[in-house]
Structure formats: C-alpha cells, structure tokens
Nanobody, 126 residues
Framework: QVQLVESGGGLVQAGASLTLSCAASGGTGSLGAMGWFRQVPENEREFVAACSASGRSTYYGDSAKGRFTISRDNAKSTMNLEIHTLKPDDTDIYYC???????????????????WGRGTQVTVSS
C-alpha cells in the first residue's frame, strides 16, 4: 500500500513563493505518474500539474501554466510543486496523487488516480 504525505503548505503573503512536497512510502515498484490537485467544491479535485513516471515529462493545467513547476526525485520517492508569485486565489488544500502502472504525464482526471495524500493547506493573504 502506497502512502503519500504532503508538506510545505502554510500562510504566505501574495507575491511570495512556496514549495510543496510529497513523500511516498510503502508499496512495491514504480509509483507511476504523479500529480498535484487542489480541492474544489462538491468534493472534486481540480488538476494542477502532473509528471511522468520518469519525471522527464510534465503536464500543467491551464491555471498552473507559468507560475507552477512540478518535479520529482524517484531516488528519494518525492515530488515537489513550486508555486511562484502566489495569489489569494491560490488559497486551497493541495493534494498529491499517484497512478502506479501509468507512465505518461498527461493525467488530468483525478478519479483515475489510485493513491492520495491527505493534503496540505496553502493560504495566501493579500
């Protein structure tokens, strides 16, 4: 069983930068593709960014292009999300997720992910 734990959230001022981290443990084999999502109403998740199993390919949601950077270190079983020039609209709970068995980066549909962390809160003050 794969466990994912997010960290790095907090209260920051608009304009600052923040790096969220996701640490994976448990399971066997590759974590597969991994992604970041944010909470939206109705218990759904909005796609932010994803990277391929190797980490060489990335894919971003429209709202994340330009200010967000996703990366992963498979040797350390970690994945990061850098957020630059934070805006109050970035305030949300951010979740990491994994899709073992899937290699590609293009994975925007949250219901296709198998494992989830509990999320980390990001609050941006104006």
């Amino acid at each position: 069983q794969v466990q994912l734990v997010e960290s790095g959230g907090g209260l920051v001022q608009a304009g600052a930068s923040l790096t969220l981290s996701c640490a994976a443990s448990g399971g066997t084999g590759s974590l597969g593709a991994m992604g970041w999502f944010r909470q939206v109403p109705e218990n759904e998740r909005e796609f932010v960014a994803a990277c391929s199993a190797s980490g060489r390919s990335t894919y971003y949601g429209d709202s994340a292009k330009g200010r967000f950077t996703i990366s992963r270190d498979n040797a350390k079983s970690t994945m990061n999300l850098e957020i630059h020039t934070l805006k109050p609209d970035d305030t949300d709970i951010y979740y990491c997720a994994a899709r073992p068995g899937v290699s590609r980066a293009h994975n925007p549909r949250y219901w296709e992910y198998d494992y989830w962390g509990r999320g980390t809160q990001v609050t941006v003050s104006s």
